[in-house]
């Protein structure tokens, strides 16, 4: 199984950006899908998940200027990030939990990260 991530890029302050991280392989069933993101010298933060069933989170940071949502035909999860200030910088990682086959249990993957540049 791999998730790949794109989308990511150089942005100047309050543009946007659309993130997509598609999960590729035997897979019997997604369940959560997750967008991280780390800067240098921090750690990694979650900032949004959207389960199976559509229902959605977010970092305080970025309610209401970022959107989650997936396709589930397509396996793939997306952030629209939009008023993007300068500390959004960052590497964003996508992850996902979800069984490669219908006895295996839920493990967690991780796409390799896009990176997020917004200049002031």
């Known amino acids: 199984v791999q998730l790949q991530a794109s989308g990511g890029g150089v942005v100047q302050a309050g543009g946007s950006l659309r993130l997509s991280c598609a999960a590729s392989?035997?897979?019997?069933?997604?369940?959560?899908m997750r967008w991280y993101r780390q800067s240098p010298g921090e750690q990694r933060e979650l900032v949004a998940v959207?389960?199976?069933?559509?229902?959605?989170n977010y970092a305080d940071s970025v309610k209401g200027r970022f959107t989650i949502f997936r396709d589930n035909s397509k396996n793939t999860v997306y952030l629209q990030m939009n008023s993007l200030k300068p500390e959004d910088t960052a590497k964003y990682y996508c992850?996902?939990?979800?069984?490669?086959?219908?006895?295996?249990?839920?493990?967690?993957?991780w796409g390799q990260g896009t990176q997020v540049t917004v200049s002031s």
């Open positions: 992850n996902a939990d979800l069984r490669r086959l219908s006895w295996l249990g839920t493990e967690p993957y």
């Open positions: 959207v389960t199976s069933g559509g229902s959605t």
């Open positions: 392989g035997t897979i019997f069933q997604v369940n959560a």
